[in-house]
Nanobody, 123 residues
Framework: QLQLVESGGGSVQPGGSLRLSCKAS????????IGWFRQAPGKEREGVSC????????NYADSVKGRFTISRDNAKNTVYLQMNSLKPEDTGIYYC????????????????WGQGTQVTVSS
């Protein structure tokens, strides 16, 4: 059974950077489309970015374009989310999710979810 574990969250000041990791165990990520989602207190979970199984295609929410970069290293069974120029509105719990059909690129529809990692952007 595939398990996803996020790490790399923390507290940063506006303008700072963080790199989140989503590490898979129990199975390979090779054939899975991976998405990053976030959820702020009192708000619905929203899609941030997704990446195709081979890494050749990526999508980003308009709110993070130009600031966030998604990448993957299938040899390490890990997907990353590099977050630069962070803003207070980026605060939330960040989740990675995976599915075979690519539905994670269109909404919070996934076969597998991680437990989340907290990101707080505040001065």
């Amino acid at each position: 059974q595939l398990q996803l574990v996020e790490s790399g969250g923390g507290s940063v000041q506006p303008g700072g950077s963080l790199r989140l990791s989503c590490k898979a165990s129990g199975s390979t990520l090779d054939y899975l489309v991976i998405g990053w989602f976030r959820q702020a207190p009192g708000k619905e979970r929203e899609g941030v970015s997704c990446i195709s199984s081979a890494g050749g295609r990526t999508n980003y929410a308009d709110s993070v374009k130009g600031r966030f970069t998604i990448s993957r290293d299938n040899a390490k069974n890990t997907v990353y989310l590099q977050m630069n120029s962070l803003k207070p509105e980026d605060t939330g719990i960040y989740y990675c999710a995976a599915d075979y059909a690519g539905y994670v690129c269109y909404g919070p529809n996934a076969d597998y979810w991680g437990q989340g990692t907290q990101v707080t952007v505040s001065s």
